[in-house]
């Protein structure tokens, strides 16, 4: 009798340490799941930004832009004559 007693008691013990091993697995599991979904969703919401490409003509100016300035403002000013 007292074997059977113990036996009932250990399988007691066992079943319950089965149960909240479950539980914690399931949980973690959960948990794991969810930031995984979150991580997902943020990358689908993330705006690819745009790279700016110049013109083949282009030029990038050199000293202090004199030779610019002169350029264009003989250009502005006829373009405000007419």
Known sequence: ?????GFMAVFA??????????QFHKRLLSD?????????RSRENVVMKKKVRFAADVVEP????????RRHSSKAKFTTEL
Do not use: P
């Open 1 to 5: 009798m007292e074997s059977s007693l």
């Open 13 to 22: 013990v066992s079943g319950s340490v089965v149960f909240v091993a479950s």
């Open 32 to 40: 794991y799941l969810d930031k995984f979904e979150l991580e997902i």
């Open 62 to 69: 050199s000293g202090n832009n004199k030779e610019y300035r």
